[in-house]
C-alpha cells in the first residue's frame, strides 16, 4: 500500500511540474515585447496586435491609448494615425511609433478588459536604403567643399559668382534633403511602429439585423446597377450618333428601291 502512495505521489508531482511548466510558457508569451535590431543591422521592425473588447469599452480604450501615447507615459511616442469605424461591427484602429521598450506596456494598457487576438511582427531591412543615404551624403560633402574651394577666388566674372552661388544654394538644399532622409531612417530603426485594432465581440444576427442587412445591400445593389446602367448608357452614345443617321440613310434608299417606278423600269 505505501508503495501504491508513493507512485501516486511521483505522478502527482511530475503531473504539477508539466502544468506548472506549461503555464509559466504561457505567462511568458502573453506581453508583446518591442524589438531592437542587432549591432549593425538596420531593421524598422513593425507590429500589429488585434484586441477584442466589448462595443462598449472600444472607445475608451481607444483614447486611454491615445492619451497614453501623447503623454509619453511609456517613453516616446508618437501617434500616427486614427480610424473608427461604427456599425453592427465596431472598430477602431491606432497607429503610433514608440520606443521598443514602451511595445508591451502600451499593448498591456491597451488590452485591459479585453483578449489578445492576433499578434503580428515584420522586419523591413534598412541596411542598403542606409548606406545609399551615406554615400549620397559623402558625395554631396565632397562636391559642397569643391565649390567653396572656388569661392574665394578673384579672378571670377560677376556671372561665374551668380552661378557658383546657385550651385551652393543646391548642394545645401540636397544636403539638407540628406539629412532629413538619414533622420527619418535612424527613427524607424531606433522605434517600432505599432498598429493596436480594436474590434468588438460578435453578436448574433437578430431578425431586424438580417432585414436591415439586407435593406442596405439592396439599396447598393441599386445604386450599382443604376451606375452600371449609366456607364453603358454614356459607352453606347457615340454609337448611337453615328448608328442612327445611318440607319435613316438606309431606310431611304431602301424605301427609293421600292418605289413603283423603279420595278416597272426594270
Not at 507590429?47 to 497614453?68: E, T
Not at 505599432?194 to 435593406?215: H, I, K, V, W, Y
Request: aromatic share 6%; with cysteine; proline share 2%.
Amino acid at each position: 500500500m505505501n508503495a501504491w502512495k508513493l507512485a501516486a505521489g511521483v505522478l502527482l508531482a511530475a503531473l504539477y511540474g508539466c502544468s506548472a511548466e506549461h503555464a509559466e510558457s504561457v505567462s511568458g508569451n502573453a506581453g508583446f515585447q518591442g524589438e531592437t535590431g542587432k549591432p549593425g543591422t538596420a531593421l524598422a521592425y513593425e507590429h500589429r496586435v488585434g484586441i477584442r473588447l466589448s462595443a462598449a469599452r472600444i472607445d475608451a480604450q481607444l483614447a486611454a491609448s491615445r492619451d497614453a501615447c501623447n503623454s509619453e507615459r511609456f517613453g516616446q511616442c508618437d501617434v500616427l494615425a486614427i480610424e473608427q469605424r461604427g456599425g453592427i461591427g465596431h472598430y477602431a484602429e491606432l497607429t503610433v511609433r514608440i520606443v521598443p521598450d514602451g511595445v508591451e506596456k502600451l499593448v498591456a494598457a491597451a488590452a485591459q478588459g479585453g483578449t489578445l487576438e492576433s499578434r503580428q511582427t515584420r522586419a523591413e531591412d534598412l541596411a542598403q536604403a542606409v548606406a545609399d543615404t551615406r554615400q549620397q551624403r559623402e558625395r554631396l560633402q565632397r562636391e559642397y567643399q569643391t565649390l567653396q574651394q572656388y569661392q574665394g577666388r578673384k579672378d571670377m566674372s560677376v556671372g561665374d559668382l551668380l552661378a557658383l552661388a546657385k550651385e551652393i544654394a543646391a548642394v545645401e538644399a540636397q544636403l539638407a534633403d540628406n539629412a532629413q532622409a538619414g533622420a527619418q531612417q535612424q527613427r524607424r530603426i531606433a522605434t517600432n511602429l505599432l498598429t493596436l485594432s480594436f474590434s468588438s465581440e460578435a453578436q448574433p444576427d437578430s431578425r431586424l439585423g438580417q432585414l436591415a442587412t439586407a435593406a442596405g445591400q439592396l439599396l447598393d445593389d441599386l445604386v450599382d446597377g443604376t451606375i452600371a446602367a449609366m456607364k453603358f448608357f454614356a459607352y453606347s452614345l457615340p454609337f448611337l450618333v453615328v448608328l442612327l443617321p445611318l440607319g435613316l440613310l438606309l431606310r431611304g434608299l431602301w424605301r427609293w428601291l421600292r418605289r413603283p417606278g423603279k420595278n416597272e423600269a426594270r
